[in-house]
Structure formats: C-alpha cells, structure tokens
C-alpha cells in the first residue's frame, strides 16, 4: 500500500512563510508528476503546482511569484515554499504524485495524501 504523509502545515499571519513536504511510502517502483492541491470550505479543490520528473513547475495564477514547488528524486519527496502567504490561502492542502508500484509496465496512478491544514490570519 502506498501513501502519501503531509506535514509543515500550520496558523500563521499574513506575509508570514510556511513549507510543506509530502513523502510516499510504501511499495514505489517510479514516480512521475507530483503536485499541490488545496479546497477552502465550501470550494473545489484546486490546482496549487505541479512538478514534472524533470523539475518543471506549473504553478496557478493565484500563487505565482510567491510560492515555490520543488522534489528530491532520490528521496521521492516534493516540497511547497509558501511566501507572502494571505489569508484567501487558508485551506487544506493536499499532495499528489503519479505512481507505478512494482514495474515500468501499466500505466501511473493517483495517489492522494490527507491533507493539511494550512490557516492564515490577518
């Protein structure tokens, strides 16, 4: 069984820094993507970034220039800076990482953390 432990989360003021990891355990043959997704109460979840295998960043439009998705291959693990953070950040983030367990063959899946949570005051 694979899964997929957030941490670094927390309640911090507006403009303050927070970093979030997220690593797999588990039976892991290869990982592709990974990414951060958040959901707000009452909202969708939603695309924060997103790192190819090679170190490509995709990030929202709403966290652009001020948060910093990044992995360490050898250690499977991918990390979000969070900078100049604001209230409307306040949610439940989620980690994501495309998986194959036991070999090259068959396709990737999703695999989700729990989440966590992540509160800004002003």
């Known amino acids: 069984q694979v899964q997929l432990v957030e941490s670094g989360g927390g309640l911090v003021q507006a403009g303050g820094s927070l970093r979030l990891s997220c690593i797999p355990s588990?039976?892991?043959?290869?990982?592709?993507?990974m990414g951060w997704y958040r959901q707000a109460p009452g909202k969708q979840r939603e695309l924060v970034a997103t790192?190819?295998?090679?170190?490509?960043?995709n990030y929202a439009d709403s966290v652009k220039g001020r948060f910093t998705i990044s992995r360490d291959n050898a250690k499977n693990t991918v990390y979000l800076q969070m900078n100049s953070l604001k209230p409307e950040d306040t949610a439940v983030y989620y980690c994501?990482?495309?998986?194959?367990?036991?070999?090259?063959?068959?396709?990737?899946?999703?695999?989700w953390g729990q989440g966590t949570q992540v509160t800004v005051s002003s």
């Open positions: 994501k990482a495309e998986i194959k367990r036991y070999s090259a063959a068959g396709s990737y899946i999703d695999y």
């Open positions: 790192i190819t295998r090679g170190g490509s960043p």
């Open positions: 588990g039976s892991i043959f290869s990982i592709n993507a």
